[in-house]
């Protein structure tokens, strides 16, 4: 057995030793070097460059405006192409951008022979706009008057959609019916991963080789070619080992542009890096929303008819766009069944500020935060227990989502409840807390959540993977799917090794991807890699074994169906599993033989039709000082039901740094914005209040494990869903503390006081 065991990362010896090459590690030491010139305004048109400055600068090789790059719009989403053009992601932005649409756009880019002089030159650039009003909420960009940031786009809104499943207003009609409403917001956030956006690109045979930092290197070879009008095949990329990613990186976010200045200097290496406070602007955000509930209850607290209206802020440009504020709604529509109606009416607009594309959870932390802390508000209102109306209304047994065709296989819900609810004392402090008075309250409050595996079938779900006996009788393991710190590599080899039988050891994982000679996959997102990816491991090591068991048939002089594989040798399953021969002198004999050699390989590609749901909840603990406006998390516990574990204790990685980052959009990070100017004024480590360890309480994670039976493995997903719940945990645990429920996150001092005043506890 090597599912379910914990073994230990198999990158973890590379990573801890300094010994893993990162993409800055292998920059080719003549490499020239780019840097960006970004906008100062957010709103207008570039009229003209002054250069003269700049490129007097010793070491500036080449300066590249906006007016010299191909005049071709392309996509910049992580998603797998679509052949139908109305499932295409917007094609909305160039390498360089003439048309300003927030402050840090691309406007020009300088190619230096080093740092100094490419930074110098950046700034020695003199610049004329025509400026324009600066908008930076959707409700704003989408008035009457105010500037379009895209043609063809009227009242600046990418996409609007509606939705009602019954009839809401002849549901509301019921008597007896309590209407309770609620807006919630919550924020443009950032990513935060530890290694910047970089890459560094050169030209071979003809070809443009980009070597980046990407979890999509695939889907970046493709947009690549779109964006400079050449053919994909032109292009190669490779990815290393990556510093983290978040979905900042399930972007095409400056591959393009650095495929353009290779190609201008002739082939000459150009590396490409971002420092930290261009990454906080200039790659891609949590998209901010805006969400109004309506919801008509009967006094027992059964949801008859509900109502959601949302506003996405999708920034400059389109990347992930409709999708996030889509994704989102699915959170309001099944986490809950209404009795007889419900409707969704949601926007994503464009506006002045950083662009929105993927960020951990995709849309359903925003959705979560509102629905949750909406189903608190009305406990509260009806004097009814939480728990109680959440499990009265919540996705019964049995559900099948008539789209994605998730069946709700086992009650999930309440088994990750009672666990999470026994660790933290539940039923004790909801009683102990209840009636406090004085400067510091308690209180305890919880949230559920669903979310999907992968992205089937709104997308297609595809993974190739290759493996190849070598001569000492391991397996070298090749796939897409791209390993960025979640531990990826280490599950694809215990799910390789059990099914072939074979010791963890043996299967040797090749963690780095380059689309010339991986096999095409999709890469890492939509917490899609060990249910897609591992279809696809699963079904090349069944055809691996049939080959070894076919080549050892004839070796051994044995029915092939009277063999199988164990422990890395070949057994007479007939016989209690009586040694025949290693796999290393199968291999070295079938490789060699003067008569029948084979190099015994196998490939193909697992398309996954099938979707899952992944189930959980989370509950915390809080102590609040009325005075100060502060928060004390004392306790956090998520409980997931993600199917089986294919290691446990990275299982549980996975979840405390979900539920770390979950506490950062709580309590902590926004993006804060002059409204004057559009420019962001805490775009760095300093100012941007990430939670540091000393923030943190003790992070506990806990499991349900349901075997999933759509996966072979019996997995789903677990990569996003941790940072789900715990924002509104949190919220609602500050509710019961204090009575006061705010609908607004970051929960900063800031806003707890003027909060706090408004209700007059102080």
């Known amino acids: ?307 959601y209206k949302a506003y996405s802020n999708q920034g400059a440009y389109g990347s992930h766009g409709h999708g996030i504020a889509a994704k989102g709604t699915n959170v309001f529509r099944q986490l809950y069944r209404d009795e007889k109606a419900r409707k969704v009416d949601i926007y994503t607009v464009y506006t002045n500020t950083a662009v929105a594309g993927a960020m951990r959870g995709y849309g359903t932390p925003q959705a979560v935060f509102a629905v949750e802390s909406h189903m608190e508000d009305i406990a509260r209102k009806l004097n009814l227990d939480p728990l109680d109306i959440r499990f009265l209304n919540v996705m019964p047994v049995g559900f099948t989502d008539p789209f994605t065709r998730n069946v709700n296989y086992f009650d999930s819900f309440r088994q990750c409840v009672d666990k999470a609810k026994a660790y933290i004392k539940w039923d004790e402090k909801r009683e102990q807390y209840k009636n406090q008075s004085g400067p510091l309250r308690r209180g305890v409050g919880m949230s559920l959540f669903w979310y999907n595996t992968a992205v089937w079938p709104i997308s297609i779900e595809v993974s190739s993977c290759r493996m190849v006996l070598n001569q000492d009788g391991s397996i070298q393991v090749a796939l897409a799917e791209t390993e960025i710190g979640q531990g990826a590599d280490t599950v694809f080899t215990q799910m390789a090794a059990e099914t072939l039988g074979i010791p963890w050891r043996k299967v040797h994982i090749i963690s780095t991807q380059d689309t010339d000679l991986t096999p095409f996959g999709t890469g890492a997102y939509g917490s899609r890699q060990t249910y897609v990816g591992g279809a696809a491991v699963s079904k090349v090591a069944l055809l691996l074994k049939e080959k ?129 100017t559009g420019k962001l004024l805490n775009g760095n480590l300093l100012d941007y209040k990430l939670p540091t360890i000393l923030d943190h309480p003790h992070l506990e994670a806990e499991f349900v494990e349901n075997w999933e039976p759509t996966n072979p493995y019996g997995t789903k997903a677990l990569g996003e869903p941790p940072t789900v719940p715990g924002a509104a945990a949190i919220r609602n645990a500050v509710l019961h503390a204090t009575g006061v429920g705010i609908n607004r996150i970051p929960l900063t001092p800031h806003a707890l006081f003027a909060e706090f005043k408004a209700a007059g506890l102080i």
């Open 1 to 307: 057995m090597s599912v379910g065991e914990n073994i230990p990362r198999v990158d973890a010896w590379e990573k801890v030793a300094g010994r893993a090459k990162y993409t800055d590690d292998l920059v080719d030491r003549n490499a020239l070097i780019g840097k960006i010139r970004h906008s100062t305004i957010a709103n207008g048109i570039v009229k003209k460059f002054d250069l003269s400055e700049a490129e007097k600068i010793k070491g500036v090789v080449k300066i590249i405006t906006c007016f010299d790059v191909p005049d071709i719009c392309f996509p910049t989403a992580g998603h797998p192409w679509s052949t139908d053009p109305a499932h295409q992601d917007p094609t909305d932005r160039k390498l360089l951008n003439t048309r300003v649409r927030f402050y840090g756009d691309d406007i020009a880019a300088v190619i230096a022979v080093d740092e100094v002089a490419a930074s110098r030159a950046s700034r020695a650039i003199r610049v004329e706009y025509e400026e324009y009003p600066v908008v930076l909420s959707p409700e704003e960009s989408m008035k009457e008057g105010v500037p379009l940031l895209h043609e063809g786009f009227p009242n600046n809104i990418l996409k609007h959609t509606t939705l009602e499943d019954g009839n809401f207003e002849e549901a509301i009609k019921e008597e007896g019916l309590i209407k309770i409403e609620g807006v919630y917001e919550t924020p443009i956030v950032q990513h935060c991963h530890i290694e910047t956006a970089v890459s560094w690109a050169y030209m071979e045979s003809g070809r443009i080789v980009v070597v980046s930092s990407t979890q999509i290197p695939h889907i970046i070879r493709r947009i690549v070619g779109q964006a400079l009008g050449i053919p994909w095949g032109d292009v190669r990329i490779i990815k290393p080992y990556i510093g983290g990613g978040f979905g900042n990186k399930q972007d095409a976010l400056y591959e393009p542009l650095n495929a353009y200045l290779t190609k201008i200097v002739g082939g000459r290496p150009v590396k490409l890096e971002l420092s930290r406070e261009e990454v906080f602007f200039g790659t891609r955000v949590r998209h901010s929303e805006k969400i109004y509930l309506e919801s008509w209850v009967r006094p027992n607290g059964r949801l008859v008819a509900r109502s």
């Open 548 to 676: 070894i068991l076919r080549a050892a048939a004839v070796y051994t002089r044995m029915p092939m169906e009277n063999l199988d594989i164990v422990d890395g040798g070949i057994v007479l399953k007939t016989h209690d599993n009586r040694f025949l021969t290693s796999l290393e002198e199968l291999a070295i004999d079938t490789l060699y033989h003067t008569e029948h050699a084979q190099h015994i390989t196998a490939e193909s590609t697992a398309q996954v039709k099938t979707n899952a749901y992944s189930f959980g909840c989370a509950f915390a603990e809080v102590e609040v000082d009325i005075p100060l406006g502060k928060i004390k998390l004392i306790n956090l516990v998520n409980c997931h039901d993600c199917g089986r574990l294919i290691n446990p204790k990275i299982a549980q990685g996975q979840v405390h740094g979900g539920m770390s980052m979950a506490i950062g959009f709580g309590m902590y990070e926004q993006f804060i914005y002059d409204p004057k």
